[in-house]
């Protein structure tokens, strides 16, 4: 849900900590994201400063962050001392980070397969995410910015496709206004 509304990067979602998640505020802060290398996981910021960004988040989100957490409450006390404490949003059942593979193979595939959806890469969530945003009217800024995009000409590049319907949009909103007077 976070990566179809908030537009985060799976290494943002899998590096997404508790305490960079204020429910009451209804905000998250993307802080920091986690890959694995041939030595281990690797926790680093956003590599640009647009990248460490904060995201309102939907009263949807929020109701799911909080039944989320109480399922992980409950998995982290059958777990016991077997747990390690990441503070990670979305951790394996052991609350280390998850495999990119296992995430794929365990979650996504199959959440896929139930909604009946055809298959796709989790980044395609991101770009479904500004898509979206876009062909609601959302400004290009705003969108840029949840996204952590360095510029908006990169958001406008990468999603010019969504803008047609914008273009007559705005031509007849001006007919509208031009008309009225």
Known sequence: MLA?????RQAELLGLRW????????VLAVRQQVYRLAGGWVYSEPKTASGRRTVSLSAMNIDALREHRRWQLEER??????????DLVFPNHAGRPVEKQ????????PILERAGLPHMRFHD???S?????????VHPKVVQER????TIAVTMDVYSHVMPTLQREAADRLDRVLSAR
């Open 129 to 137: 995410a500004a898509t979206l945003l876009l062909s609601e009217g």
């Open 19 to 26: 305490r960079d998640i204020d429910l009451d505020g209804a």
């Open 4 to 8: 179809l509304t908030c537009g985060l």
């Open 102 to 109: 296992n995430l794929m193979r365990r979650s996504f595939r």
């Open 147 to 150: 996204l952590g995009h360095s």
């Open 77 to 86: 006390l059958k777990a016991g001392t077997a747990w390690e404490d990441h």
């Open 125 to 127: 969530l991101r770009h």
